[in-house]
C-alpha cells in the first residue's frame, strides 16, 4: 500500500494543477465522452477518407504533408519508446513527459491527416507482386487497429491524470503495442507506397 501511495504522490506532484483536476472526475462519465468522440472521429474519418470527393482545387504544399504525416508517426514512435523505457525505470515525471509528447505527435498527425485527405483523398495502390499481399495486410492491420487508439489512448491518459494507477496500467498493457503497432506501420505504410506504389 505504502508503493502504491508513493507512486501516486511521485506521478501526482508531477502534473500541472489544471490537470490534477482530473482527479474529481466521474470516470464513467469521462468514459462515455470517449467513446462517443472516438466513435464520431472514426466515422467522420471513414466518410472522408472513402465516401467524400476530394477538393476542387488543391494547394500546392498538400502533396508535402504524406511525409509530414510519416515523420509525425516516427516521432510518436521514439516518444513511445523512450516512455516505456521511462515507466520500466520508475521514473514517472520522464514517463509522462514523453507519453504526452506522443499523444501532442498523434494529434498533429491526425489534425495533417485530416487536412491531406480533404484535398487527396484515397491514395490508391499500385504495386504488384509479393508486395500488394504485404501491403494490404499492413494497412488492414494499421486500419482496423486504429480504430482503438483513440479510446485507448484516452482511456489511459483519463486514469493516469485520475490517480487510477491500478486501471491504467490495465488499459495501458493494451494502449501501448496497439499504438506503437498504429505508430510503426503509418511509417510502413507511407514508405512502401513511395517506393512500390
Not at 472514426?42 to 472522408?48: A, D, Q, R
Request: charged share 10%.
Amino acid at each position: 500500500m505504502k508503493t502504491s501511495l508513493d507512486n501516486h504522490s511521485l506521478f501526482t506532484n508531477s502534473l500541472p494543477t489544471s490537470v490534477r483536476a482530473l482527479e474529481g472526475v466521474d470516470p464513467r462519465n469521462a468514459l462515455s465522452v470517449i467513446l462517443g468522440v472516438s466513435v464520431v472521429a472514426i466515422l467522420f474519418l471513414v466518410w472522408l477518407i472513402y465516401f467524400k470527393a476530394p477538393a476542387a482545387s488543391e494547394v500546392t504544399w498538400v502533396s508535402n504533408l504524406s511525409a509530414v504525416n510519416a515523420a509525425l508517426n516516427m516521432l510518436s514512435t521514439v516518444f513511445l519508446l523512450l516512455g516505456f523505457r521511462e515507466i520500466k525505470a520508475r521514473n514517472f515525471a520522464k514517463h509522462m513527459r514523453f507519453m504526452i509528447s506522443a499523444f501532442i505527435t498523434s494529434a498533429l498527425f491526425l489534425v495533417s491527416y485530416i487536412v491531406y485527405h480533404h484535398f487527396v483523398g484515397d491514395t490508391p495502390f499500385t504495386g504488384q507482386g509479393f508486395v500488394r499481399p504485404v501491403y494490404f495486410f499492413i494497412l488492414i492491420t494499421h486500419i482496423v487497429l486504429s480504430i482503438f487508439v483513440v479510446p485507448l489512448v484516452l482511456s489511459s491518459f483519463l486514469f493516469a491524470f485520475s490517480g487510477k494507477f491500478s486501471t491504467h496500467r490495465k488499459v495501458s498493457k493494451w494502449t501501448f503495442p496497439i499504438w506503437l503497432y498504429v505508430s510503426v506501420t503509418g511509417v510502413l505504410v507511407f514508405f512502401m507506397l513511395k517506393i512500390f506504389g
